[in-house]
Structure formats: C-alpha cells, structure tokens
C-alpha cells in the first residue's frame, strides 16, 4: 500500500518545522503510525508533564479522522483510563482539511482547557465540577507520578 | 435541301385527305363566279398567276390532285419562290399582306398540315386561304379557385383552339398535336401561323378543318431554359404542390426537370413532325453501347411514357413506393460487380515516381494512382482546339429555306440537345472530357496523400502563365449562359467537411517538404477578403492550396445566388483545380449543397470518397454532375439510361454504370494484390478484446428500472398488436438501454449534461469579483462573521486575477491532498480545494448522514452543484496580454482562470474502463519510438461528449492527452472508423470503443 502523498508531505513538515512542546516521529515500519510526545502546556495542572500518546491514521485518512489515544495516564476530565480523548474534531467535526498538526495543536489546547461539560470519564469529570481545584491537584499529582520520567 | 421537305407535305396533305380537300374546294368555289381552276388556287403558292393555273388544271384533265402535284413538281426546279402568304383574302390587297408577314418572327422551321375539328355549328367564319392564329388558354388563366381544387387529379390542359384574325374560336387542334403544341406555345418555344386550307363553308361540330402551321422558332427557343425561374414557373401554372415527392423519391425528378422534359419531348415531336432530320449528330458513340439511335430516342421516350404514368396513376402508387424502394438500393456484391471493370487495369497502371517536394515515401499503388491522375489531368491538352468534332449530346439541324423569306436568315443552322431540349444557335464543341475523376480508394489507402503527391506533380507553371496572359477558361456547353469572366487561379481548392479541415491542412503540411507548399483555410471567421484578389494572382501571391468546408461553399452560393450570378468570393474564381472530400456529401443531387459544389468553375476536379455509390445508382449522378464528364453529367441522359432501366430491374443498367465508371474511377482495396501478386496493405493483424464490465449499484439500479419500462412498454405494443408498425419506437427502447450502458446520463439526466458540456456554466471571474464586493455590506444573513468572509473571498479571487495576469507564482495547494490544486473548486465561502477532494468529502457526509459542507471553514450547507470549478488554461501570451508583457518580459506563458458551475459530474463503469485503457497505455511508446495513439469510438455522439469531458478532467495533463482529444475530436464523425495507419492492433469493448494500440 503506497503512502498517500498527502501524509508524506504532512510528515515531512511536522519534522521540519514542529510545532512548540509537540513531536510527532513515525514508526519506521509503519508509517501511518506515529509516536506523539506533547508537552504539558504553561499553566496548567499538567505543567511539566511530558505525555507520550499514539497517532494512527487510517486507511481513508484523511476523509476520516485520524485515531489519537494518550499512553501516558493523565487524570483529565475529557480523557478516560484507556487514553481515549473526547475531542469534536476527531469525531463528528473532522474535517479533511485538519491535519496532524492541528489535531494535536488541539489535544495541547484541551490540556489548557479542560471541559467537564462534555465527559469522558464521568467521575473526574464530576470531581472537577464539584472541587475544581482538588481536582486539579489531583492532576498535578498523576503529571508527577506519570508523566516526569 | 431548299424545298425537300415542302413538296413531300404537299403531297401528304393531298393523298391523305384528297376527299375532303376536293369536296370541299368545289362546294365553296362552285356558288360563286371563279373559274373550277381557282380551287387549285390554296394548294399553290399564291403568287401563281391564273393562267398558270388554269393550264395546270387542264394539263391534269381537270384532277385537282394531279395539278397540285404537278405544280410542286415544276416549282422544285424554280426556286426563286417569293415571300407571301397563302391568303386568297389579303392577295389582292398588298399592304395587308406585308402586314402578316411582318407580324411573323422567329426563325422558320418548316410547315406541317394538321387535320383539326370545329367547335362550332353553323356558317364558317373563315374561307381557305385564310389566316388564322393558334390561341391557347393558358392552365392558370382557367380555373377559378374552386376548379383549382377538384381539378387536381384531372388531366392537364393542353386544349389549342383555332382563332380568326378577328378573334372569334371557331375550332381546335386534335388532342395528339395539340399535346406538343400547347406545350411549345406555353414554353414559347415556337410561333404557328396558320393558314386554312379546307375548311366546310357551313360548319357543325367535329368536322374537319384543314390548316397549315408555318412554324417559326422564337429567340427564345435558342435561349437558355431556365426553369427555376419562378416568374416562368408561375406563368406555366405550375404549383409547388408537386415538390413533396423528391423529399422520399430522389430518383424522381424535380419540377424544373419535369419542365425540361415536357419542354424537350415537345421540341423533339414538333422536329418529328417536321420531318427535320439532323444532318450530324455524335450520338454513334454512345449507340455503340446502347445500339442504334433508336434504343437512344426509344429510352427517352420511354422513360417520358413512365413518367407520365407514374402522375396519372397518382396516389395509388404510394403502396408500391415501399418495394421499389427497396429495389432500387444497390446491393453490396453489385457494387462490387460495378467497381470491377474499373478495377482490372488498375494493377497495370505505370508508377510515377512522387514529386520532390513531398515529404513521404509513396507507397507504389500510390504512385500508380498518381500516375493515372497526371494522365487524366493532362488530357486532351493537345486537341483543345479540334472545333470541328460535333458535341456528343447534341444535334445538328439544318434550317429548311423559308419560302415566304419573312425573316432574315441569319443562321443556317441550329443545334439540339435530344436529352435536355436545349437549342442553340452555336456550334457546340465536343468539350474535351473530364479532367479528373473519382478517387474511390478504400478508406485507409493514403487517398489524401494521393492528392498531394498530384497537387505537387501538376502545379501550374507560373511564370510560363503570367508570360502567355489570361488563358481562357473552357467553357461549358451546358451553361451556355455561364460568364466566362472568371479569372483563372493557380490554386487547388479543397472542400471536406469541416471535421476533416485541419486534417488536411496537417497532412499537406506534414506530407510536404518546408516552403514548398502555401496551404491556407478559408473557413469561418479566417476567411480573409483580400484572398479572393490574391487567387487570381499568378505570381505566387496565391495559396497553392485553399482548403474550405462543405458549409463555406454552400453559403457562398446561397448569398451569391440571390444575386443571380455566381461572382463573388470562391465563385470569382476558375481554381486550376478543385477536390471534394467525402464527396458523398453531394451525393443528393437536388441538395443546395450538391448544387453548391457543381456551380464552382474548375479545370480540374477531383472527387475523393471512399463509397461513390452509398446505396443507390443516383448517388453517382451527382458526382459525375460535379465531374462534368459527358455525357452522364446530364441528368435526362443519366435517368433515361441509368435510372429508368435500373427501376425496372434492367441489368443493362449495370453495364451502363460500369462503362460510365471505366474511364473516370480509381478504386483499390485493401485486399486487391499488386503485379507481383502482394497485398496492397500489409496491416498487422487484428486484435480484438472484449472486456465484460459489471455495472455498479447505482448504474445497475438505473438500467434495472428502465428494462422494466422497456419491456412494459413492448408488452404494451405486442398486446395491442402494433408491434411491427411501431417498430421505431421500439428501436428507440432499445438504443435507450444500451445508452444507458454507456452512461446513465445519455437517458437519464438530459438538462445536466448539456450543462456540463455549454459554455453557459462558466462564469466570468471579474463578475463574481465584482459580485463579492458589492455584497460585502449587504450580507448580514449567513452565519459567523460574514464579513470577514467575503473578505477572504475577495482575496481568494483577486489572488486568482493577479496569477491570471502573471504578477504572482504558484499554485494554490489544496488543503485536503496537499497537492496543487489542478483541477480545483471553489466553494461558496471561496475556500478553493480539489475537486476530487471536495466530492469524496462531500460524498462521506452524505454517507454520514450530514449535510455538505466546506471541510476548511465548515460553512454549509453545501452541495455539488454550489462549486464553482476553477479551469486553468496555460496559453502564450496574445495582444491582451502584451502590456504586462512590457512590465514582466520574462513570462511567457499566461495563466487563465475560467470558472464553470460544477455540475456532479461522474463516470460511469465504462468511462472508468476507458480512463484505465488510456491511462495504461500512457507514456508507452511502440518499437519505433512513436507515442501510442489511441481512437475512441462511439455510436452516440453525446458520449463522445462525455469522454471528452472524462479524459479532460481526469488524464489530461500532458500533451498526449491533448493529442488524444484533437484527434478524437476530427475523427469522431467518421464513426466508420478512417483510422488504419501503419502498424496498430485495435481492441474492441463492448462498449463500440476502439483503442488503437500498437504492438512491439
């Protein structure tokens, strides 16, 4: 299966010029397979954090979203335990015109801005609504334990 | 030769109605106070004195008959006759007599003697000797209008009455005479003057009157017959209502044609009648075909007699027309049959080597063909000026020697056509046959080589011209009427439709060596009036080659022919040579097309078609007519002998045909072998593929539906028992579905194709700029930030306008595959995308469930029929572009921007199929290095459209592809397929597509 000139050229610029706190490489066996570290965005509870996630794009990429998971756990309303991330634009809102790029442009900024209206995990979520700011302790403790080595 | 005929009539006159003349002579003379001989006095010529008289009558023992006789018999060695009249009345009275005679005029041809009938009861208001007039009551000048309608059917008028000098009807022309008669008054052919000979002083109905006619031919008569002429037409009473036939008959003949006939059949019955005996006429050498010159009269009688059977027997024939029909198309071993004569010497024809400035190696038939066209092109050059041979159509005629010398005699002889009724004054000349023919080659034999290689070998000598001045162009005997003022012209004039007007322009070009050959086209707006000058310029000024369409002639000739003469443009000029291409486009002799071609004046003329005769014999006719070989160009003659004997299943007709093709055709085919016994063609072989395609879904379920209405509709025809007489409809069911195997569009969407393929979607990019910043304020409606929008929009169109005119580089790249955006759309809200992307994108929200919408700024809802396609045309700059030229001189291409109303356009299985064909064979190249050249067939042309649209949205990026298209575009007509070239295997689909791919 030939690689769509649309995902070399879209790898080719994410490794000539990345965007700040993202890296995205892909595997060398699989090209539409990407290891993803962002960096936890300045203020807030992620701070400091460095979040390994896992990028593939499908076989339709890029009619369909690509399929964007957290490996590293992070305690984010809108981010279950599996990594799995509740974001409209990688489901019902994607648009071919988006790119790795801005999709996880968009995965930083929801770091920044967690949405406990629209949940993923339904108990972190309800903990950031009740006590917003244990909650977000809660958030720098697990960036600590999981996300500094 | 003076008087031979004269007595000969007397004496008819005398044994045939001895009674009546005898009777009646003594009955009138005998109440008054004249001597017995007087009744000698009518039947000899008047100036005779009574003494004379008087001891002729005692000489004969007092027998009226014997003394008549004798009188002609001394006059004959008296030839001094002196001018007067037969009229016992003006005798005595010399200044009435001067009068008759004065009154007559024309050209004397003899006298006959009819015996007519009275119409009327009572006292005679005539005497012998009297002079009376013929009056004819003309068709139109009859009927009232309700006659006109229930005499449709009846018989024609040819009613001729006799009338006194005062005007007063006393009796008629029996129906035999006054058949031709009435016809020679109505065409005013020929004047009578009358003259009683006997008549009873006491008259009742149906007896007879003896008259003598004095037949004088009008000027008219020597005129050119022109029927068309609607004042002529309208004066003959002749209704249009008869011109529906030739539409579903062409073999029939037209209404002029009629005339001509009628017009002709009585001239050749008043010369029978005459006794006038052509005293030289050349028609042995077509007796040696037909034998003896009564088969040739006996032909053209008959095949009047037919004529006239075939209107009298009026509506009843149209149940018989079906069979004739059929009859009458040419099967395809005949036509073989006809070519074979033709052929048999073809293979022993010389080789001429080709001319030095064509560029391509003639192959040898080829070189043969053009041997055998320099022969025919230079026929007769030597014997140009024999006057003496007589025309092979017409006849010459003595004038007998007017006794009564009424008109000065200016001419001793006149001259008739037998065939066409034509008389003239002038000597015709045998016209020197033809030069040129029918180059009936099969298709794919070079024919269009061919003609170069003797456009080269047979070019006018100019400079030898220009020394020796103006030569006179031959004139043609049968438009005597035809100016000869036409300027001669080096030039070949080509005529091919215009599919085929840049084929033969490249291939003149191609096939000669540079600058040896001056080709221009003469076609629409490139038609350039100062050419016209310039073609009668003999010192190089003129092309060597004009090519025009079939069209451009035609128009010439229509607005030429309003003014009567053909004087402008093409019809200026006496081209040295002129070629019709596909030449069965004339082949419709009464098409104005047809007329068109034959009116052009020529030395030469060339006819190239691979089929001559398409399904009838009469397709021929109109080539030979446009050829100008006699004497077949005649239309009476080619109908007597060719037409006639072919409705009636004559096989003569055949060999007719076969000796009219000998000396005028050249036709090889693929299969005849040359002397060494080789094939003409070495053609590798054949290969066909069928390639069986499935239908998607979509195409399945539109075909499924319309097989069902298909066949409801047949179960329809069946049950209601009008299968057969609907069987067209039921063609057309079936060509519906296999259109729909092509593509759904052909049947189902009618508006959107034609909406694809006019140029009305395409919307001018200044508009829309325009559009955009004026409703800049205005839009309030649409979703967020409107403005902004439309701001983006202008800048999205301006960026457009500035690459357009060359300020800025580069292409946009599409935001969805990341590649310039070749083929792009713009969406409502001026994001620009590739199509491609934007139609996946579109489909998958659909799929989805969703509403269309841009994938870049999500402004919806949008569908396929909101984009706006952006088409980039890379061109060389022209004069528009000259001042940006000025400022950026290091441009040379232009980019331009066309934007066209997307319209969904899809495939179809077979258009994919195509699309991978072609693609495939992209970039290939065969063993010699040549791209691949592909042709694309299909029976309709509305799918030619499509694929056009296909390939040029789908492959076309490369000039290939453009190849591909002009080509497709040129041969697509000639569905016939004219593509052979050298080396190409084809392959067949089912979908009637042929790809041309050539094997190592």
Sequence with gaps: ?149 | MTTSPEPKKRRFFLESSEVESTDSSMDIESPGASPTWEALRPLVLPETDDQTLADLYQKCNDNLEAAANLFWESQVTEPEVKANVIDIKHYSSPSNDEEATASRSGSYVGDIMIIGWSSIKGKSPIEEGDSIALDRVRPNMVPTKKARFTSKNSKENIVVRFITSKGVEFGRLPSDVSKWVSKLLDFEVCNFYGTVISCNPVLSTGDDIIVQLSCYFTPKAFACFDASNQAQLSMLGIHRSSSKTPIFDKGAETDSERLMKERKVAILSLLKALGLSSIRSSLSKTNEILGGEETVRELINQSAAQDDQQHSSGTNDEEGESAEEEVKEVSDNRLDALYEKAQMMDSNLDEMEAPEDIALNLRSYQKQALSWMMRKENMHNSSNNNTGSLHPLWEEYQFPTDPWKTTSIVHEKFYMNPFTGEMSLEFKSAESACRGGILADEMGLGKTIEMLSIVHANRPAISKESILGKRSPPRNPFHPSEKSSKLPSPTTLIVCPMSLLGQWRDEFLRGSKENTLKVEVYYGTSRDSSLVNRLQSWNGAAPDVLITTYGTVLSEWMSDSNTKDLQSGLYSVDFWRVILDEAHHIKNRLSKTSKACSALSAIRRWVVTGTPIQNKLDDLYALVHFLKHEPWSNYSFWRAFITIPFQNKDVRAYDVVQTVLEPIVLRRTKTMRDAQGNLLVTLPSKQIDIEYLDFTPEEQDIYNSLYTDSKTKFSYFCAAGKALSNYASIFQLLMRLRQVSCHPYLVVKDGIDKEVLSASGSVSLEELLEKFQNSTSLDAKSGASPGDQNTYGINVLQRLKSQQIGEEEGDSECAICFESAESAVLMPCMHMACRACVLDFLQKREDDGLPGECPICRHGPISEANLLEVIKKRRKSNISDAVEMATSDKKKETVTFNLRRSDGFKTSSKLDALLRHLRQTLGEKTSTGEPIKSVVFSQFTKFLDLIEVTVKRFIMRSTVEEKILAIQERKSVLANGLYSGKDEKRTLDDLHILFGDKPV
């Excluded at chain 1, 993803?36 to 499908?58: D, H, N």
């Excluded at chain 1, 648009?95 to 972190?124: C, K, Y």
Aim: aromatic letters at 8%; hydrophobic letters at 40%; a negative charge.
């Design chain 1, 1 to 149: 299966m030939s690689l769509p000139k649309r995902i070399i050229k879209e790898t080719e610029r994410l490794i000539a010029e990345p965007a700040p706190g993202i890296s995205a490489t892909p595997h060398e066996d699989n090209l539409r397979y990407f290891d993803v570290i962002i960096a936890g965005p300045g203020q807030s509870p992620f701070e400091g954090g460095v979040f390994k996630l896992e990028l593939f794009l499908p076989e339709d990429y890029p009619m369909a979203p690509p399929k964007v998971r957290f490996l590293t756990k992070i305690y984010h309303p809108n981010i279950d335990k599996l990594g799995r991330i509740c974001l409209d634009i990688l489901k019902d809102k994607w648009s071919p015109a988006l790119q790795i790029r801005t999709v996880l442009l968009s995965v930083q900024a929801l770091l920044s801005a967690p949405n406990p209206d629209d949940p993923l995990a339904n108990d972190v979520a309800q903990h950031w609504k009740e006590d917003e700011k244990d909650a977000i302790n809660t958030a720098r403790d697990w960036t600590r334990l999981y996300a500094q080595n």
